[in-house]
């Protein structure tokens, strides 16, 4: 999965993108560190510069409870 994050702001941002599954999410790769937010939910802090784009690409395996 990748996800773009736009910044037009001048100054760089911090946004927090939460991703929720229908069951457990094991981690295969990541481009950014996450963290597991809840039982079901990954969290990642993405580091946006001003006026420019960033990118996050993850993929994770999903055990349906």
């Given at each position: 999965t990748t996800r773009t994050f736009h910044n037009a702001k001048n100054t760089e941002q911090t946004i927090e993108f939460e991703q929720s599954?229908?069951?457990?999410?094991e981690?295969?790769?990541?481009?950014?560190?996450?963290t597991k937010?809840?039982?079901?939910?990954?969290?990642w802090e993405v580091s946006?510069?001003?006026?420019?784009?960033?990118?996050?690409?993850?993929k994770v395996r999903v055990v349906r409870l």
């Open positions: 599954f229908p069951g457990s999410a981690v295969v790769s990541e481009s950014l560190q996450s937010n809840k039982a079901r939910s990954l969290k946006v510069p001003a006026d420019s784009d960033s990118v996050l690409n993850f």
